[in-house]
């Protein structure tokens, strides 16, 4: 197993454009969770499954916002209708616990 | 609410210096502490961590002691190298209070040569 892997590494969308990012967690690993990051800033919570139950979203989760896990596997992250404040580094990571949590390489994000 | 303060940077030592990171924590629980390392355009990769008051987690020459009277978990190293540039993020997960990791918000670190 390679560790948690994110698709696409860059995104460089227009204002208004709807994008996906895709996660894979480790195979084993029961919980996902998603953190956005943006410069200077450490990462920031924005919604965390259980499997495939979504457990919990951060008010940072606007309306805009959807995520799934339809399997308990892969992870899709979903943002409408894009702003520039969308623009940063979207993170995910898995965990068999509340341990540690291993993250992958993230997802940046543009919008121009 | 829980959270974590660390010291703000950035932080420039010479080759083979001593460095200190400060990180404090807020949690109403018995949180798990943890240091992450972010390399340039990469993700987070987990340093060391430690679960309980008292323990000192440490790897690659790093080290931290959870000290539970002084909320305290700080990052240690007795002699630094260039390939520890990075930024360093500070850490809790607290089962008690919810299903997520707060961080602070990351030193970035410089090591001359």
């Known amino acids: 197993d390679t560790g948690v892997s994110q698709d696409p590494r860059h995104k460089i969308t227009k204002r208004g454009q709807n994008v996906t990012f895709r996660c894979d967690p480790i195979s084993e690993h029961n919980r996902l969770y998603w953190y956005r990051q943006t410069l200077g800033q450490g990462p920031e919570f924005l919604t965390y499954f259980q499997n495939e139950a979504q457990l919990e979203k951060s008010r940072l989760l606007s309306d805009r916002f959807s995520a799934e896990r339809p399997k308990g596997s892969f992870s899709t992250l979903e943002i409408q209708r894009t702003e520039q404040g969308d623009s940063a580094m979207y993170l995910c990571?898995?965990?068999?616990?509340?341990?540690?949590?291993?993250f992958g390489q993230g997802t940046r994000l543009t919008v121009v | 609410g829980d959270s974590v303060t660390q010291m703000e940077g950035p932080v420039t030592l010479s080759e083979e210096a001593c460095l200190t990171i400060n990180c404090t924590y807020t949690a109403t629980g018995y949180p798990s502490l943890f240091w992450y390392v972010q390399y340039p355009g990469e993700g987070l990769q987990l340093l060391l961590k430690a679960t309980k008051a008292d323990d000192k987690g440490s790897n690659k020459g790093f080290e931290a002691t959870y000290r539970k009277e002084t909320t305290s978990f700080h990052l240690e190293k007795g002699s630094v190298q260039v390939s520890d540039s990075a930024v360093y993020f500070c850490a809790l997960s607290d089962l008690n209070t919810g299903n997520q990791f707060y961080f602070g918000t990351g030193t970035s670190l410089t090591v001359i040569p």
């Open positions: 990571a898995s965990s068999s616990g509340l341990v540690w949590a291993f």
